[in-house]
């Protein structure tokens, strides 16, 4: 019991306790955060096949069976055939001598059966611009040549950005002031 005593007496003569009060604030902020911008990417591819064709002028002269706006068609052996398969001619260079491909520079005649140049790619006085006619290339089995061109394009568009959120959490701490309890 002295022991007791002595505790109390000593709590008595002793400074006094202090306690402490803490308040802890918390709030929650969103903010968009900014993101870099988006890019879609779109591709479009489009097929086009078609027989490709080369004009001609027919000789002012000429009145036989290729007429004014006709089309014929030249094999790969340098024949030249009407709309319904018959033989019209041979392709020729400028020179008149026969050829069995057409030249790069694109420029050559068709001589018919009998020998005569009938036809022409350039344009003189001897030869009419009001009467062309169109030549095709065939195969050997007589079907005309189409060329297919495949052509691809490429778009891209910025896309609107979707705002991210986020949160910052601040705590504050305040400490009341110290009150005094005695004991």
Same mark, same amino acid.
């Given at each position: 019991?002295?022991?007791?005593?002595? =505790?109390?007496?000593?709590?008595?003569?002793?400074?006094?306790?202090?306690?402490?009060?803490?308040?802890?604030?918390?709030?929650?902020?969103?903010?968009? +955060?900014?993101?870099?911008?988006? +890019?879609?990417?779109?591709?479009?591819?489009?097929?086009?096949?078609?027989?490709?064709?080369?004009?001609?002028?027919?000789?002012?002269?000429? &009145?036989?069976?290729?007429?004014?706006?006709?089309? +014929?068609?030249?094999?790969? &052996?340098?024949?030249?055939? @009407?709309?319904?398969? *018959?033989?019209?001619?041979?392709?020729?260079? =400028? @020179?008149?001598?026969?050829?069995?491909?057409?030249?790069?520079?694109?420029?050559?005649?068709?001589? &018919?059966?009998?020998?005569?140049?009938?036809?022409?790619?350039?344009? *003189?006085?001897?030869?009419?611009?009001?009467?062309?006619?169109?030549?095709?290339?065939? @195969?050997? &089995?007589?079907?005309?040549?189409?060329?297919?061109?495949?052509?691809?394009?490429?778009?891209?568009?910025? +896309?609107?950005?979707?705002?991210?959120?986020?949160?910052?959490?601040?705590?504050?701490?305040?400490?009341?002031?110290?009150?005094?309890?005695?004991?």
């Amino acid at each position: 019991m002295a022991a007791l005593l002595a =505790l109390v007496l000593l709590g008595a003569g002793s400074p006094l306790l202090a306690q402490t009060e803490t308040t802890t604030t918390t709030s929650t902020v969103s903010a968009p +955060v900014a993101t870099p911008p988006v +890019v879609a990417t779109e591709s479009v591819t489009t097929t086009k096949t078609f027989v490709k064709t080369r004009t001609l002028y027919l000789r002012s002269s000429y &009145n036989g069976s290729i007429k004014t706006g006709y089309q +014929v068609f030249v094999r790969p &052996n340098g024949r030249i055939y @009407d709309a319904e398969g *018959t033989y019209v001619g041979h392709l020729t260079d =400028l @020179d008149g001598s026969d050829i069995s491909a057409i030249p790069s520079d694109h420029r050559y005649k068709i001589r &018919n059966a009998k020998g005569t140049i009938i036809a022409s790619t350039k344009l *003189t006085s001897a030869y009419d611009g009001d009467r062309p006619i169109t030549i095709a290339l065939q @195969d050997m &089995n007589g079907k005309v040549i189409a060329e297919t061109v495949q052509t691809t394009s490429t778009t891209s568009a910025p +896309v609107a950005p979707v705002p991210v959120q986020s949160s910052t959490t601040t705590t504050t701490t305040q400490s009341a002031p110290a009150r005094l309890t005695v004991p």
